[in-house]
């Protein structure tokens, strides 16, 4: 018996169909169980992040907050003795060297030496 060789054609596409549609098949579970893991893996981080969220908004809540200023730091409400006057806080910072050529830059711009320059 000598099959036709429209016959052998047709059973050679048969054939690489069934095996296409083998191969999709496998491929298509594959990418299905990845997006199941992936689907869980969301559920997993959501709630973390809701219990991220949780634990946030204990531990900013104000009241514990100043309990634990008071108790750790040593700070207290600002008042003017706390603060200081001007000369005080110019007498910490550093003099800085002026450069002549930037002092030729800017030669009718000069800084006040104390408080009390800058107040007339």
Known sequence: MIIKPSTLLLILMVAAASISLFVVKYRVQD??????????EIVVTRENIHVLKSEWAHLNQPDRLRSLAGKYLEVGPLDANRV???NQILDVLPNRAVDPADAAKSDSVTAP??????AR
């Open 84 to 86: 200081g006057d001007a």
């Open 31 to 40: 990418l299905d169980e990845h997006y199941r893991s992936l689907s869980r």
């Open 113 to 118: 030496k104390s408080v009390e320059e800058a």
